[in-house]
DNA sequence: ACAAATATGCCATTTTATGTCACATATTAG
DNA sequence: CTAATATGTGACATAAAATGGCATATTTGT
């Protein structure tokens, strides 16, 4: 076998493009009896595929036209990404496109192994949405550096202490060591909350003002959320 | 066949789930020889997923970790909303979780027909973001009307001419025909401009605000994009 | 009425999958 | 170093599944 498998996938690539096929073409294209597709079609409806055929001439075989667009493999990166923007997105209240964005989380969250999900849920209870912003984010630094978005995904958050370098309002650039702890959203900058290493004080870092990451090996202290209280006033858990 | 399919489609799923598992137990679990599931796995192999296999004392099989979360099967209207979930929040510039999206987004239009896709992008070209509104949406009104998500589905925009129910501010309710040609997001607050019916008149209505909407079959009329000047002056196409 | 399309059943034949056994190779515990 | 567990691979007989061909029913457009 294999060799079905693989027509079966060519069979539901073909029909997701072109609209109406008959039978005979496709066994013509496959280099198989009529017969043969029609098991397979068969099999295919079987395993849930909503393939429609209209009998009598004139007819044919087609996909439903609202099923599946194809199949999504998302690496565990790309799979964390889209649950907390749609996450975030609703928590960010701006509901027209995200009424069918339900199923999608669910089935998101239902392929997550257990482990993976707990660290999903550590990572948005680490998440806060507040208020939304005055300021803009810094044109020429739109994008938090590739490495903050790397660390989040390793487990960045109550986890890692990172050396930095930041960019102050007045453009002075300067090296600190930070334990970061929560990351706030005022819509459309994002903060780090964060135990400052030098002052050993929690302090708030604009993520379009670091200018580099780097992990440190040195211990990481964990801290309980009352340490935080004073800069997480008025913002919510995004869990 | 068929229960081979099944096994295959099973076998990935677990090896998703579990982290490493021996081919002893799997072969058990499943009711077939070892020397089966070491055919099964070269086969998953061969179409492309990611096994790892530890050799030796306490070795085993496993998913590469960071694999596949699972595939996502989406109805068009899902994918629909999720391509334009994704493409709204990178407009909107606040990128910290949408590092990784742009590889989801390529599967999402990869994997619509080009008449699909064409449709999209029909729908997009029809979607402006303004700027970030000072108004919050109405709290009791927070999410537009099913129908109106619906009809943004089924080709609401340049298509069909809608009745609608609206609340103005000062609450109170009137019917409106509209034929509808723009969307516009001043975030959070999401616009509909169209054509006012009964004034011949470009309009702005505020999704949030819109009770109901039906369609009538009374005809569509074009019109250029000249003709929403007025009411588009200053707000960004999103494609 | 006729032609073109799907849908389904049956059976002989061909191809594929499976189990079993043997042996190679890699890793770890002791 | 050795024994114990793992995976990986090849060969071969056999069980199972896929295939093709044919007959037939059914639907639909001309």
Redesign the interface.
Known sequence: ??K??RRLELLAAQL????LCTVKELAAQHGVSERTIARDLD?MR??GLPIDADRGRGGGVRLD??????????????????L???E??ER??????????G??KR??I???????RHRIERLKSRILIGV?ASTQ?QSGF???P?T??RH?HQGFIDQQRLAIRYRREDGAVSKREIEPHY?L?K????YVIAMDGLRDAPRTFR?DRILESEMTDTSFRLLPKEAFDSVLAGNELLV
Chains 1, 2 share one sequence.
């Open positions: 076998m294999s079905r498998l997701k493009q072109e609209c099999l079987e395993q036209r609202n099923w599946g667009v194809g199949r999504l493999n998302l690496a565990y990166h790309e799979a964390v990404d889209l907390i923007s749609i975030v997105a960010m209240n701006s509901p027209l496109f995200l009424a069918n964005l199923t999608v089935q998101l239902a392929s997550f192994s257990p482990e993976k939304t984010v739109s994008s938090p590739e903050v978005v989040v990351l959203l819509y459309p900058v994002w993520c």
